[in-house]
């Protein structure tokens, strides 16, 4: 019913960037929040940014002022730039969306199926 994929993961060193982006695609009739969560091994996914409709964002506390989130509303796309990476940011990074399908209706969320970010030297 509705897609998310998810690119630009990969393996970088300390202190470098990488930009991910998530294109969602299939029944769309709007879009409301968009974000990035991650999972890091033994450990339970966490949020790392969310951007509403409005453009607003919330950050968890360990990227703010390093990562910036952004969205192309008219093409469903939301991009994470991460700048100054830390190995401890190695993690799968998981899109998310809530999704409005049909006019009036209620929005549903959904996810990706991850992309792998290992900031290692």
């Known amino acids: 019913q509705v897609q998310l994929v998810e690119s630009g993961g990969g393996l970088v060193q300390p202190g470098g960037s990488l930009r991910l982006s998530c294109a969602a695609s299939?029944?769309?009739?709007?879009?409301?929040?968009m974000g990035w969560y991650r999972q890091a091994p033994g450990k339970e996914r966490e949020l790392v940014a969310v951007?509403?409709?409005?453009?607003?964002?919330t950050y968890v506390d360990s990227v703010r002022g390093r990562f910036t989130i952004s969205r192309d509303s008219w093409m469903n796309v939301v991009y994470l730039q991460m700048n100054s990476l830390k190995p401890e940011d190695t993690a799968v990074y998981y899109c998310?969306?809530?999704?409005?399908?049909?006019?009036?209706?209620?929005?549903?969320?959904?996810w990706g199926q991850g992309t792998q970010v290992t900031v290692s030297s």
């Open positions: 951007i509403n409709s409005g453009g607003s964002t």
């Open positions: 998310d969306a809530w999704v409005v399908t049909i006019p009036g209706g209620s929005d549903f969320r959904f």
């Open positions: 299939g029944r769309i009739f709007s879009i409301n929040a």
